[in-house]
């Protein structure tokens, strides 16, 4: 398995991730992704939105605000509970975790010096809106997407002409103030979420939370996860929040070990109870064929999207060994790949037949043109930010109207007529496992 380290450099030389204002310095808990980066994550986030809304008729979307109401941050709880005990080394500062450590621990672990007492330390960023600075004008970037769903869940349902079973979705950025932001993106600051709340009666909600489970894995295998690195881990009950009925983890084997993906919640009906409690609206559902309100319950699908790449980086980063070179692999899935076809002209000038490919190509794939180097190191390039297939253009192509095609994982190459490349590109990239 690939280390961190390892990962991180890859990230950085081929333009996936950096770090977030690195000519100042960086930033803890922040990053910024670059132009494969940001493909990379656009891809997930549009399977995911695909399988879970678009393929479905019993799911919608929204977009909300980062800010919220300060009262919405009262009923969910996390104005009271959100929260970690922290303690602070009087000689270097640093600031840690209470369960960074062995429980009695009364020594700073970097320095030796004496730790303080232990005190809670609220996550959520807090932050102030209107022109003034005054306890009425305090509010929170949102440290979840979920509540903001529950907040208008009567407007969607109004406007939607969903009944129950119905589930409401979102993919946006949370905050929350970690202490020890750590392992790379997979606990910062600053995140995305690709959340959905699934509505239903409370005596079904167990039914649904089954289901979702086997969905919400059934996901991870379809981006190309590999079914060994994943592992279901339902929650003990001592471990679930007092209003759940039910919670399991998705996880997946991090170099760091294994580690949460995403978690499927049956929440019961608190969260609209909550709501429906501090706001003073009527947040009840009425069932037609019953003639009866109630305050339906909820099954939560929560999955964190730079979380979720990290793990199809891990996943897929492979190294072997051609023509005694060792050779980075990444094998991303077709469906997720920044770049799915490159085209390499064998030389500058076949730049114009080999551009008008490309042209042709990127209506229907994400392309890259490479014409730089040798064609080897092209290959090399191309395996290392995980390119599926690669097109080469030589002189041959003037003649026979074909192209040699190259496969990333097997290093195979078929020689295809370019009035049959897209069918073939197609078809290869529907038979890729």
């Known amino acids: 398995m690939v280390d961190m380290e390892t990962l991180t450099s890859l990230c950085k030389r081929r333009g996936l991730i950096f770090q977030s204002s690195e000519i100042y310095g960086g930033i803890n808990g922040f990053w910024d992704y670059g132009p494969l980066g940001v493909e990379l994550k656009r891809r997930i986030k549009e399977h995911w939105w695909r399988y879970m809304v678009l393929s479905r008729d019993n799911v919608v979307g929204v977009d909300t605000s980062i800010i919220a109401h300060p009262q919405t941050w009262v009923a969910s709880g996390h104005v009271a509970n959100f929260s970690d005990p922290m303690v602070d080394c009087k000689k270097c500062k640093r600031r840690f975790r209470t369960d960074e450590f062995p429980e009695g621990t009364k020594a700073c ?236 002209p064998l030389s500058k000038k076949l730049d114009e037949p080999a551009r008008k490919l490309r042209q042709d190509l990127r209506l229907e794939f994400l392309t890259d043109y490479d014409d730089a180097g040798s064609i080897g190191r092209r290959y090399r390039r191309q395996d290392e930010v995980g390119t599926p297939l690669a097109v080469t253009v030589d002189f041959q192509t003037l003649e026979d109207n074909a192209v040699t095609v190259r496969h990333r994982d097997t290093t195979k190459q078929d020689r295809v007529a370019l009035d049959q490349l897209k069918q073939y590109l197609r078809d290869k990239m529907q038979e890729w496992k």
């Open 109 to 344: 672990p970097d320095c030796g010096g004496e730790l303080t007492e232990a005190r809670s330390f609220n996550l959520m960023f807090e932050t102030h809106v209107g022109a003034t600075v005054d306890s009425g004008a305090t509010a929170y970037l949102r440290p979840e997407t979920c509540q903001s769903i529950f907040t208008q869940f009567k407007n969607v349902l109004a406007t939607s002409r969903q009944k129950l079973p119905f589930g409401i979705a979102q993919v946006g950025k949370a905050f929350r103030n970690e202490i020890t932001p750590r392992n790379f993106i997979f606990r910062s600051r600053e995140f995305e979420q690709m959340e959905m709340e699934f509505f239903c009666k409370l005596e079904d909600s167990q039914e649904w939370y089954d289901y979702w489970v086997n969905e919400r894995l059934s996901w991870f295998h379809a981006i190309g996860i590999k079914k060994e690195s994943l592992r279901l881990r339902p929650h003990a009950s001592d471990e679930l929040a007092h209003y759940a009925k039910g919670c399991t983890d998705v996880e997946f084997e991090m170099p760091f070990g294994w580690s949460e993906m995403e978690g499927i919640a049956n929440r019961t009906n608190y969260d609209l109870t909550q709501h429906q409690t501090v706001s003073g609206k009527d947040l009840q559902y009425f069932d037609e064929a019953s003639k009866s309100h109630f305050i339906p319950a909820v099954v939560e699908s929560s999955v964190g999207v730079d979380r979720t790449l990290l793990c199809v980086l891990v996943d897929a980063y492979y190294e072997d060994d051609v023509e005694g070179d060792k050779r980075v692999v990444m094998r991303f899935h077709p469906s997720i790949a920044p770049v799915q076809v490159a085209i390499l």
